[in-house]
């Protein structure tokens, strides 16, 4: 299993090498979000398209 740091470190180098802070920074936050939802699925924290279909339909009234 890859660590969290070997991960960032790959994602960096793929980046260019003119990348700033922020570049480098957006690639990381994204990747965490990223693992983040796949966890969230691997846990069964969903819900359907019609269940927010239906929630939304509340806020659009």
């Given amino acids: 299993m890859k660590t969290a740091k070997h991960s960032a470190i790959k994602a960096i180098r793929t980046l260019p090498d003119d990348s700033s802070y922020e570049d480098i920074m957006e690639r990381l936050y994204f990747m965490q979000k990223v693992e983040a939802g796949l ?6 924290r969903v819900i359907t398209h019609e269940e927010v279909k239906k929630r939304l339909s509340k806020w659009l009234k």
Avoid: S
């Fill in 39 to 44: 966890k969230d699925v691997e846990e069964g």
